[in-house]
């Protein structure tokens, strides 16, 4: 299997160790920032307010993590993630995985989308309830295909994986994964796919990925949340 302890990378240990910095570093500039005076913000970037819920396309990639897209604003429980596969290559696999621990060093597969669709069962294809805050990230993989089913009842595409891992490494399972055997630890599978380039369109973050995958992604968090958020800051009628 890949990403095994007995032979690892050195790249890709070195980028792990960026990874877990990088996801450190992004709550800093939010700290360090200086306030200008006379600069009054109105809204936050990239949002509507639609049928009971603030839509939001402001997601990011940070140049110290070329490979990762993640929502400017943490996702809280009751968010739902909305991700759309606009072309996606024939040996790609798009991931949303969550960090499993404190420093993120092991990471939980949520949603993997295969070119047959969301390998997961239940639920719209296209989104992603949140069940808890936390930090979640999206990035590409490419896996070794098949041009026909390998064996009776066999599909061309993974559809199961190993639940928990580093951040950034996806292993399959099953029967697939044994029929692909040392092709798994070929050099050309072994690091996740940079994005070539990223733009806002309206509440929507599109992303095209080296190689010509395309994506875009939002975010949804409904209103009742946000007047319960306004109601708790909310200084309480009685006096000091």
Same mark, same amino acid.
């Given at each position: 299997?890949?990403? *095994? ?10 980028? +792990?160790? &960026?990874? #877990? +910095?990088? /996801?450190? &570093?992004?709550?800093?500039? #939010? /700290?360090?920032?200086?306030? =200008? ?21 402001? %997601? ?9 897209? %993640?929502?400017?604003?943490?996702? $809280? ?10 072309? &996606?290559?024939?040996?790609? !696999? =798009?991931? /949303? ?8 060093? $092991? ?6 989308? *295969?070119?047959?669709?969301?390998? *997961? ?15 979640? %990230?999206?990035?590409?993989?490419? +896996?070794?295909?098949? %041009? ?19 951040? &950034? ?7 697939? #994964? ?10 050309? !599978?072994?690091?996740?796919?940079? $994005? ?13 990925? #080296? ?8 975010? /949804? ?20």
């Amino acid at each position: 299997m890949p990403y *095994s302890d007995t032979s690892p990378s050195i790249g890709r240990f070195g980028f +792990l160790r &960026l990874f #877990a +910095l990088g /996801l450190v &570093l992004m709550a800093v500039p #939010a /700290l360090a920032q200086t306030e =200008l005076e006379k600069v009054v913000v109105t809204a936050k970037p990239h949002n509507a307010t639609r049928g009971g819920y603030e839509v939001s396309g402001d %997601f990011k990639v940070d140049a110290r993590m070329p490979y990762v897209v %993640f929502a400017a604003q943490p996702l $809280v429980a009751g968010d739902i993630l909305k991700v759309q596969p606009i072309r &996606l290559g024939d040996d790609a !696999y =798009l991931v /949303l995985q969550e960090c499993a621990s404190p420093d993120c060093s $092991v990471a939980r597969v949520v949603r993997v989308w *295969s070119p047959l669709g969301s390998t *997961s069962h239940g639920g719209k294809e296209d989104q992603v309830r949140i069940q808890h805050e936390n930090k979640y %990230f999206l990035w590409l993989k490419k +896996l070794p295909g098949f %041009f026909s089913p390998p064996c009776f009842g066999c599909s061309t595409h993974y559809s199961s994986f190993k639940y928990e891992s580093p951040p &950034l490494v996806l292993v399959p399972t099953g029967t697939l #994964a044994a029929y692909a055997g040392t092709r798994l630890d070929l050099p050309e !599978y072994a690091e996740p796919i940079a $994005v070539e380039s990223h733009h806002h369109d309206g509440t929507y973050f599109h992303v095209t990925y #080296a190689g010509g995958t395309r994506i875009r992604v939002q975010r /949804l968090r409904a209103m009742t949340d946000r007047r319960d958020e306004v109601q708790e800051a909310a200084p309480s009628g009685s006096q000091p």
